[in-house]
């Protein structure tokens, strides 16, 4: 099965660019009259590793990158640990592409069932076109959107065989913001040992060619 082929929703795109350039025009989803920018990707798309992130957050929105506020910062850390470039060894995008508007006094909320569905097929198209071999999966959003479950704290770390792909949940940077401690079993110590992981699979892949 080839994916990203849904109906006739997205077409099958002949480049990264031609996609990317379709979506930036798009005024038919669910979030565009909310108001917000689109936001893609960034990084190498020749990258063998890619991460998957929730939807943009303000900082997101303001700039149209992924992962450029303080969870970014956090991801950068966390990829530099083990001696990965942001910009060369990896590629980044989303599950959902615009910033749901806030509620109850927030600036932004989570996205909803059917905004994930709705940009799923998007980022099946683009995965189609980068072709990873590797996915992290950052958070409930992003494992919902892909595999089809949640429940982060029992996922993250584990290798799943997604059509030949490598993926393995984790802890999204912003959960690790949220949650600082560095004791033993706690969520930073996790994300280490899954970012190491990570690091070992994908010198694992690139020594085997």
């Not at 099958?12 to 920018?37: H, Q």
């Not at 996205?111 to 940009?119: D, K, L, S, T």
Request: with cysteine; hydrophobic share 35%.
């Amino acid at each position: 099965m080839q994916f990203g082929l849904f109906e006739d929703k997205p077409h099958s795109y002949a480049s990264l660019d031609e996609l990317i350039d379709a979506m930036m025009n798009m005024t038919d989803d669910p979030l565009y009259p909310a108001g917000t920018n689109m936001v893609i990707c960034r990084g190498n798309p020749e990258a063998k590793l890619m991460i998957i992130g929730e939807a943009p957050g303000p900082r997101e929105n303001e700039l149209g990158k992924p992962f450029v506020g303080r969870s970014g910062k956090l991801l950068d850390q966390i990829l530099g640990a083990v001696n990965l470039d942001l910009d060369k060894d990896v590629f980044i995008s989303n599950s959902v592409f615009r910033m749901p508007p806030g509620e109850a006094g927030k600036n932004f909320r989570k996205p909803n069932n059917e905004e994930i569905e709705y940009y799923k097929p998007y980022l099946l198209e683009i995965i189609r076109l980068v072709d990873p071999a590797i996915m992290l999966l950052t958070g409930n959003v992003a494992t919902q959107s892909l595999l089809g479950q949640t429940g982060i704290t029992k996922l993250r770390g584990q290798w799943f065989d997604w059509n030949g792909r490598h993926v393995m949940p984790i802890f999204h940077p912003a959960y690790l913001l949220r949650n600082p401690s560095r004791k033993p079993g706690g969520p930073k110590a996790l994300t280490w040992q899954d970012i190491q992981e990570a690091r070992r699979k994908l010198d694992e892949l690139t020594a085997n060619g």
